[in-house]
């Protein structure tokens, strides 16, 4: 059978669809294994990619996606909801992300591709699982990277002294937040794409060596912040109308920040996505995820508090915060500003270059599965690199840089990128518990189920009810009920599954607290995040529905793809007469 039989012709499409749903049914809880995510389904994208990375190219990978988006970009927006407490912001999302970190690592080591938590909720929870997430991590790549582009023009308007709305072209019929076209933003972009394009190996080089150099800018303004800064700016607004105190806002903006500055930590899930290049899977993913996560949280709290103890929370640029803090001042420091945004600029860089060598490679295992065009799983011979995905993606994200404004992207990104997180610490879950075919997974599910909706109930009642002995109570009784459920959980259902070579620790507590902490930094977003977020996932599910289903349907028949039905594998392949089924 042709692979896209189901596209031939009009007739072949019609008739596709009135099989929608049975195939919806085959394919949608549809799981892989390792095995073949690992062989027969990296196998179709040609070309292998070369194993050139280390550990240490990890760390700087990771340290380079991280910084430059994180702190030069977010915190503005995070101390309006935090104030001075932002720095304690950067610590919640960054324990967070730690643990999310774990979460993926087991999964990384264990099956060392590029598909990042796409692959890891393929073998887990099925298709329509995988692709939901994958989708969404891949318009939270494009959307952060337009973000901090568009930040990367303001910086360097600081730092020549030029505004960036003089680099920028107002078209008054466009709506609010759509109307200020930046080319340079594009122009970035574009010549980032070139590069991922080029080579893996040269693009860790040049990450390295910007990374360095942000590095030493980053220690000077950490120095600087802190030598001539006021104490007193931890407690005193500028304005005597705004609130005082370390917690103007009081925790729930704290919590609100936290789930701000996520975006700042999707850097490490880009490092994961080089699995399939690393040349020491065992060794080498775990220095490299955790360790960049740990070091880019104690440099996000040192540069929060130095910006902090700098000026009042309330006089905080939110576009800049950072090089605005020092320009146009009369005491001989304004020359940091300029100094501040080359800094900047070669972090907003590295986080760039990072970021889409990630949503190149999670695009070009979407397309390895077929829920997207295969077109996208080509890897060049001469490159070893996925030259379509780094292409169509590049153009994509520089089309949305070209207009739309950053506040509009920064509440998609986090919205998404907790979402993705929340899935990949149930994943791991799942597979330690259930094996598929041998195990009951009701257990499982209920489990994770039951402990999700306490999570939600805690959440709600923590946004919603008032501050009083009643609130207290009722989070206590939730928490509680959250702590029984898990060690419920913990003693009456074993583990069927042991990792070979690493796994999270204090199994099941790390991912079941990081399902707890997602759920409740999703629940500090605001009601317009959610309809944009239901809003892209709505066309997602369209898409899966009228193409992918019936093209992943068709690779399955010829044999491009496996399938686990009824506890086995089927294997179907044109080069083999017989189908062999095995136990898994």
Request: aromatic share 14%; proline share 4%.
């Amino acid at each position: 059978m042709d692979s896209s039989s189901s596209f031939s012709s009009l007739r072949a499409y019609l008739n596709a669809l009135s099989h929608t749903p049975t195939r919806l049914a085959q394919r949608a809880l549809s799981v892989s294994t390792s095995y073949d995510e690992m062989s027969q389904v990296r196998s179709r994208s040609g070309t292998s990619m070369r194993k050139t990375l280390r550990w240490f190219d990890l760390v700087g990978l990771g340290i380079g996606g991280m910084v430059g988006a994180g702190v030069f970009v977010t915190t503005g927006h995070a101390t309006r909801y935090a104030g001075p407490a932002v720095l304690l912001s950067y610590a919640i999302a960054g324990f967070c992300a730690l643990l999310s970190a774990f979460c993926y690592t087991e999964f990384a080591v264990d099956m060392p591709v590029a598909g990042g938590a796409f692959s890891y909720l393929r073998v887990t929870f099925g298709e329509f699982a995988a692709f939901l997430t994958g989708a969404n991590l891949v318009a939270d790549y494009v959307l952060s990277n337009a973000a901090v582009a568009r930040g990367l023009t303001v910086y360097l308007g600081t730092t020549i002294g030029i505004s960036s709305a003089k680099w920028r072209l107002t078209v008054p019929s466009f709506p609010k937040g759509f109307n200020e076209i930046d080319i340079v933003a594009v122009a970035v972009v574009l010549v980032i794409t070139l590069v991922i394009c080029y080579s893996t190996r040269e693009s860790s080089v040049v990450n390295m060596i910007l990374t360095l150099l942000h590095i030493l800018f980053i220690a000077f303004v950490i120095m600087v912040g802190f030598w001539r800064g006021s104490w007193k700016n931890f407690t005193e607004p500028a304005n005597p109308q705004s609130p005082t105190g370390f917690f103007p806002h009081g925790a729930a903006g704290v919590f609100k920040g936290a789930a701000a500055v996520y975006l700042s930590y999707i850097g490490y899930d880009a490092v994961s996505t080089m699995a399939e290049e690393v040349r020491d899977p065992v060794k080498d993913i775990p220095v490299g995820v955790s360790g960049s996560v740990v070091i880019v949280t104690v440099l996000y709290c040192l540069m929060a508090a130095s910006m902090t103890k700098l000026l009042p929370y309330d006089m905080i640029n939110a576009e800049a915060p950072f090089s605005a803090a020092f320009s146009g001042r009369s005491d001989g420091w304004g020359w940091i500003s300029g100094v501040i945004g080359v800094g900047a600029s070669f972090g907003i860089l590295t986080s760039l270059l990072v970021a889409m060598l990630g949503q190149a490679r999670y695009m070009c295992v979407i397309g390895r599965s077929n829920v997207v065009p295969s077109w996208f799983a080509r890897v060049h011979p001469k490159t070893s690199t996925p030259v379509n995905a780094s292409a169509f993606l590049g153009i994509f994200t520089a089309a949305i840089a070209l207009f739309t404004d950053l506040d509009v992207l920064l509440n998609l990104v986090s919205i998404g990128t907790l979402f993705v997180f929340y899935m990949v610490a149930n994943a791991v879950i799942y597979r330690r518990y259930v094996a598929t075919g041998t195990t009951n997974p009701w257990p499982t599910l209920s489990f994770l189920c039951s402990f999700s909706i306490t999570a939600i109930m805690f959440t709600l009642i923590w946004k919603f009810v008032p501050t009083g002995g009643a609130k207290a109570g009722m989070l206590s009784v939730s928490g509680v009920i959250a702590i029984a459920i898990l060690q419920l959980f913990h003693c009456m259902v074993p583990q069927v599954r042991k990792p070979e070579f690493w796994g999270v620790p204090f199994m099941p507590w790390i991912p079941s607290i990081s399902i707890f902490l997602n759920v409740f930094l999703l629940g500090s977003l605001d009601g317009p995040s959610y309809v944009r977020f239901g809003f892209f996932s709505a066309v997602a599910v369209l898409f899966y529905v009228f193409y992918s289903v019936h093209a992943s349907f068709d690779a399955a028949g010829d044999g491009s793809l496996t399938a686990i039905k009824n506890g086995e594998i089927h294997v179907e392949s044109k080069e083999i007469e017989d189908q062999i089924s095995f136990k898994v």
